[in-house]
């Protein structure tokens, strides 16, 4: 079983960033997509951002394009979203996940982590 653990969320006021870790551990493979996801209260599940994790291609929200930026550290089972420019439409529960198709849909997903909350002020 895949497991995965969010890190670095935190309150920061609009305008400044945030730089948010996934730890993967367990059996994992190079050909699986890891994604960013965020669920704000009374709302449902959106997709943020998503990578290739043997290419290291990628595809965004529209909302958060030319602020947000996925990456991933292969040899240390690690994935990042670096977060820019925040807004406080920004404020919600970061979830990363794992699937095995580049996809923006969650269904696509197999694997969560337990999120990590982001909340930017105005």
């Known amino acids: 079983q895949v497991q995965l653990v969010e890190s670095g969320g935190g309150l920061v006021q609009a305008g400044g960033s945030l730089r948010l870790s996934c730890a993967v551990s367990?059996?994992?493979?190079?050909?699986?997509?890891m994604g960013w996801f965020r669920q704000a209260p009374g709302k449902e599940r959106e997709f943020v951002a998503a990578i290739r994790w043997s290419s290291d291609t990628t595809i965004y929200a529209d909302s958060v394009k030319g602020r947000f930026t996925i990456s991933r550290v292969y040899s240390q089972n690690t994935v990042y979203l670096q977060m820019n420019s925040l807004k406080p439409e920004d404020t919600a529960v970061y979830y990363c996940?794992?699937?095995?198709?580049?996809?923006?849909?969650?269904?696509?997903?197999?694997?969560w982590g337990q999120g990590t909350q982001v909340t930017v002020s105005t």
């Open positions: 367990g059996r994992t493979f190079s050909y699986y997509v």
């Open positions: 996940a794992q699937g095995t198709h580049y996809s923006s849909s969650g269904n696509d997903y197999g694997y």
